[in-house]
């Protein structure tokens, strides 16, 4: 799968997005692959602020609970509630179904990120295929 | 299927619905005696809470009732019927000695309302068996309180943290490396601590530079399961413990794969603070259905004062009793003193087999896993070449090629007349089968589980579609669980 080039990427296997300083936040293909079928996502509500690298919330899935890890700081401003009542959407489109809307703290945060051709690389390593 | 098992066949399987579906009016599988007692007005005793009528419980016969749950049971799968190699769950065959001594009339019908003085043989129990354990693990202090192995985590990091808390900082963090089972961060957070994820290095093990560098006198403890979830011994665990002691933090090891050390290593001699240990696992009591477990504690000199109250002393003339007088405790964790009946049953265990026994169950445990190991090296990946103790995890990798993961070769086994292993843990292994005979089994019985898993690897290759869609000899074939976790139907509704 080709790794959209309009946005970062993290190694715990989010994307983010950003737009200004607002920024969109949801998991790689790789990371929906890897899962399973996604059965509940867990996200804060509109005002909590998020820290680069700490944990914001988590995925479900039949195999087991992953954390998200948030790609930078900043305070969520909207959160994707349709993905209350069909996860399934994660599964199916990951790379369109964001999970929060942040405004970034500090958008030199994104500098540490991985660009879409070094995302592939990474995970191309840690699959080891 | 040209090699199937010579463990499973079919057998006539009875459909059975819901017991409310058998229900109609009237039915009754009881008869009173005539009242002999003057009759009370319960109206007027009970007010608005009389109850007229029983709601919606079931109207059945008492043969219809006994067929219900006979039926029900042939569906179950059971540690009786064969092997059960639920990796990490430790699925051992619980003796008979062990309900044999529950049963003994004494035992059975004491009561914890009971004055002291007469409890004095339960009480022995209790002590005896403390004893036992503190002698098996080489620690100072035991509460054989929590009910279960993650209510053990939770008491002992209560502890930790009234512990740091009594030398004015309670700390912030609890250390976690990433092959831990799922319950410790659940622990640490309902604790109120953060967690931080710490990685493993490539034989499997604690990356030690990475614990030097998490390792703050922020962190109160590290959460070790040793020997590990990928059934590989902490070699470096005495170095492990220094770095954490060196900062003034604990190292709390989680007791899932005690079935490994008993008799050959005892946690309290390498370093360890803090451990839960699970009666259910380890020793022999009752582990599906709800066991119930149990999930004791125990500990070094250091925090013993915040142990769970109360706890069992000898008194200055000689007699058992509850000490409650306990100021520092974390306070009681279960109510009375926990799953007594547990207790009674791993003593009859670890007296039955005595300390050269306990040291054999280990080593057949160690064996058994590496025979099954060594057995399917070759046909699955082995994702860590490590030398495994108690239990072996492979990958899917060979078989996912032909687009057949470890949940499908899991489904397949019950086929072949086996219990599946555990799938999809430890999460640091894609694809991970987890594999734990246990002492239990003999030599014939895993050579029929190496033989069932060799020919579903055979399958793979020539049917994978026969492996994709099993079970094929169950009641009902694969259930939809994606479906069942999104859209989850929680109650019976009567038809109109």
Known sequence: MAYPTDRKY????????????????GITDYAQESLGDIVFVEVPKVGVELTAGKTFGTVESVKAVS?????????????????????????????????????????????????????????AEESGH | MKRMTRKATRHVNQNEGLIFEKSSAGKAAWKLPPLDVPEVDTAALLGVAERKDLGS???????EIIRHFTRLSTWNYAIDLGMYPLGSCTMKYNPRVNEHVARVEGIANGHPYQPEKISQGALHILKTLSECLLEITGMDAITLQPAAGAHGEMTGLLMV???????????????????????????AAMVNYAVENLKSDSRGMVDIAALEAQMSEDVAALMLTNPNTLGVFEQDIHKIADILHAKGGLLYMDGANMNALVGKARPGDFGVDVMHLNLH?????????????????????????????????????????FDYDRPQSVGRVRAFYGNFGMFVRALAYIQANGPDGLRRTTEDAVLNANYIRKGLEGTYDLPYATPTMHEVVFSDKVQAKKGVRTMDIAKRLIDYGFHPYTTAFPLIVPGAMMIEPTESESKEEMDLFIEAMKSIADEVEEDPQTVLDAPHSTRVSRLDETAAARKPVLRWKPTA
């Not at chain 2, 009234?162 to 912030?172: E, I, Q």
Request: charged share 20%; net charge neutral; aromatic share 6%.
């Open chain 1, 67 to 123: 954390d998200l890890y948030a790609p930078a700081s900043g305070t969520v401003t909207e959160v994707n509630g349709d993905l209350a009542s069909s996860p399934e959407k994660v599964n199916k489109d990951p790379h369109g179904s964001w999970m929060v809307k942040i405004t970034l703290k500090n958008p030199k945060d994104l500098d540490a990120l991985l660009s879409a051709a070094d995302y592939e690389k990474f995970v």
């Open chain 2, 57 to 63: 419980m079931p109207e059945v016969s008492e043969i």
């Open chain 2, 161 to 187: 943290r009234a512990y740091h808390h009594s030398k004015g900082n309670a700390r912030k963090k609890i250390l976690i490396p990433d092959s831990a089972h799922g319950t410790n961060p659940a622990t």
């Open chain 1, 10 to 25: 993290t190694k715990e296997h989010e994307w983010i997005q950003t737009s200004g300083t607002s920024a969109t936040v």
């Open chain 2, 281 to 321: 696992k380890t020793f022999s009591t009752p582990h599906g259905g709800g066991g119930p477990g149990s999930g004791p504690v125990a500990i070094k000199k250091a925090l013993e004062p915040f142990l769970p109250r109360p706890v069992v002393v000898t008194k200055p003339d000689g007699t058992l009793g």
